[in-house]
């Protein structure tokens, strides 16, 4: 970002939803949309061309869906934030979201000022999901807390113990950053934690993280 403005490319195949969301934000001081698009094809040549601070993007579209396009967005362009904005909100959809690499997760029926907040949040690059979406992401990957952690999940927590942010994280285990903000989430739910110091914290005390 520069000068505090957060640059905005809209991503939905409904152009009366899309023509909504532009309004919305038209008068949000510090936004500009830089450019709108239809498809998910469409908006990787948006963020090629404008090089956008964040992506708001739908979900299921034509060409190229919301999931293909984050993924390609976070690979190809990782300054650029992809933020899902959506009415799907199954467990399947939000996980492949989060997984393909997007910053945060909010349903169309997000007011103008969450939407704004949302938007400033994922260009300062801080995660943003929608209180229901949340619920279902931690539903979902809740476990008993008796539940061992895996040796991925161990090797995650050994390198958060260490230190390391998610990107060094994904160099030193060879994955994708995207995947070790799964890891993490999967953790906090079993170990019933909301920040990384805390999981660290509660797997010494359990037992389930050992340290030298």
């Known amino acids: ?87 799907y909100d199954t467990d399947q959809d939000i996980e492949r979201g989060v997984e393909a690499g997007a910053i945060g997760y909010l349903l169309k029926d997000t007011t103008r000022e969450q939407l704004a907040d949302a938007i400033r949040s994922a260009a300062r690059g801080e995660t943003v999901l929608a209180p229901r979406v949340a619920e279902k992401l931690i539903a979902r990957m809740r476990r008993p807390v008796q539940d061992p952690l895996t040796a991925r999940e161990t090797d995650v927590l050994n390198a958060v113990a260490d230190g390391l942010t998610n990107a060094e994280i994904g160099k030193r285990l060879v994955i994708t950053e995207a995947t070790v903000k799964t890891h993490l989430l999967r953790l906090f739910a079993k170990l019933d934690v909301n920040d990384r110091t805390r999981a660290v914290v509660v797997a010494l005390e359990r037992g389930l993280l050992r340290r030298p």
């Open 1 to 87: 970002m520069t000068c505090e403005r957060v640059r905005v490319v809209v991503v939905d195949d409904h152009t009366v939803m899309r023509a909504g969301v532009v309004a919305l934000l038209a008068g949000e001081d510090g936004i500009e949309i830089v450019g709108e698009a239809g498809d998910g094809r469409a908006a990787l040549e948006l963020v090629e061309r404008y090089d956008p601070d964040v992506a708001l993007v739908d979900l299921r579209m034509p060409v190229l869906d919301g999931v293909g396009a984050t993924a390609e967005i976070v690979a190809r362009h990782p300054r650029t934030r992809v933020l899902i904005l959506t009415t």
